[in-house]
Nanobody
Framework: QVQLVESGGGLVQAGGSLRLSCAASGRTFSTYTMGWFRQAPGKEREFVAAISRTGGSTYYGDSVRGRFTISRDNAQNTVYLQMNSLKPEDTAVYYC??????????????????WGQGTQVTVSS
């Protein structure tokens, strides 16, 4: 069983930055593909970014590419999402997720078995 705990959300003005963190339990964090997703009110869950086990491969959703950066620290069992140039449309609950198969950088939410409770990000205009 993997437990994921997100932190770092909050209220920020458009153009600002936030850094989300996701701390994972367990000794096998380095074998997981990790991802970030988000869900705005009334909308479906959206893929944001994913990172491979070693951090050597990353992939981003079209709406965040060039503004957000995913990274991980396997020694600290933590994955990060640096969000720059935030826009009001980035407002959502952000979730981190783990795919214990670690077979690659995958986009679909169904590939991820474990989810955090989410952290709210609100971007004001």
């Amino acid at each position: 069983q993997v437990q994921l705990v997100e932190s770092g959300g909050g209220l920020v003005q458009a153009g600002g930055s936030l850094r989300l963190s996701c701390a994972a339990s367990g000794r096998t964090f380095s074998t997981y593909t990790m991802g970030w997703f988000r869900q705005a009110p009334g909308k479906e869950r959206e893929f944001v970014a994913a990172i491979s086990r070693t951090g050597g491969s990353t992939y981003y959703g079209d709406s965040v590419r060039g503004r957000f950066t995913i990274s991980r620290d396997n020694a600290q069992n933590t994955v990060y999402l640096q969000m720059n140039s935030l826009k009001p449309e980035d407002t959502a609950v952000y979730y981190c997720a783990a795919d214990p198969r670690g077979i690659g950088v995958l986009v679909g939410s169904k590939n991820y078995n474990y989810w955090g409770q989410g952290t709210q990000v609100t971007v004001s205009s």
